[in-house]
């Protein structure tokens, strides 16, 4: 059997708290609650809910 290996070399996040591992840390550590109530999605046929924890707007190009 061959073992194969991963390297961890970082660690980054885009989540509905922001960019950065360190703005989802620090919102999850303050008990922050990024779900929201979304009218528009009442706009999408066969979606019955309004709930949801959107991701902002992201700039990939901008992301080191």
Known sequence: M???RVVVTGVGAISPFGQGAEAMFLALQNNECATTYREELGE???M???VASTVPDVDFLAIP
């Open 2 to 4: 061959s073992v194969n």
């Open 44 to 46: 999408i046929k066969g």
């Open 48 to 50: 019955s809910t309004r």
